[in-house]
């Protein structure tokens, strides 16, 4: 890179300094680009989302439309950028850093505000331990409690699903809703 040493501390030429610089703009210029990916792009594969969580939030998603089909409403599009809010939600609650609940939610909100419209929100979470389908259990256990169900029957277009695990084997779900 052009670099040279002088005893231990290396040496860096104004050249490429610049370079360092052009490629650091570039990388910032990539990253904003794919935190601009169209809503329904996949997860599975990511890096922070292992495939057996990616699979989870499939099914979540799945699940939801298709109650919500039945009930003659449109399908929530998946959205990349409110999964990534939902799925920190998630991480913080498995790993203990947040109790479970909706604590921080005006914060995933403001998060979402400065990359999107949103003019009506919500969110769902639940957890569950030793189930044999565990988005199946936390899907019937919203549509089993009224304020849950109010949020999966909304008028929302948009929606976010994230999963995380604790070492226990407790799975944390959150799927946050949004309406432009």
Same mark, same amino acid.
């Given at each position: 890179m052009g670099a040279r040493r002088r005893g231990d501390a290396p040496v860096v030429s104004p050249w490429s300094r610049r370079i360092v610089v052009l490629g650091l703009l570039g $990388?910032? &210029?990539?990253?904003?680009? @794919?935190?601009? %990916?169209?809503?329904?792009?996949?997860?599975?594969?990511?890096?922070?989302? *292992?495939? $057996?969580? &990616?699979?989870?939030?499939? @099914?979540?998603? %799945?699940?939801?439309?298709?109650?919500?089909?039945?009930?003659?409403?449109? *399908?929530l599009?998946?959205?990349?950028?409110?999964?990534?809010?939902?799925?920190?939600h998630s991480q913080a609650m498995a790993e203990g850093r947040t109790r479970f609940g909706h604590g921080g939610f005006t914060d995933r909100i403001d998060a979402l505000g400065r990359v999107m419209s949103c003019r009506r929100t919500a969110e769902n979470v639940a957890s569950n331990r030793g189930h044999r389908d565990p988005a199946a259990e936390a899907v019937r256990g919203w549509l089993e409690s009224r304020a849950h169900l109010?949020?999966?029957?909304?008028?929302?277009?948009?929606?976010?699903?994230?999963?995380?695990?604790?070492?226990?084997?407790?799975?944390?779900?959150?799927?946050?809703?949004?309406?432009?």
């Open positions: $990388a910032l &210029a990539l990253q904003d680009c @794919a935190a601009r %990916e169209p809503p329904g792009a996949a997860l599975a594969g990511t890096p922070d989302v *292992p495939r $057996a969580d &990616a699979a989870l939030e499939r @099914a979540v998603h %799945e699940l939801v439309n298709r109650h919500r089909r039945a009930r003659g409403l449109p *399908p599009t998946l959205d990349q950028r409110i999964s990534r809010q939902a799925r920190l109010e949020n999966i029957d909304g008028p929302y277009d948009l929606t976010g699903i994230g999963v995380a695990r604790n070492a226990a084997g407790e799975v944390f779900f959150t799927q946050l809703f949004v309406g432009r």
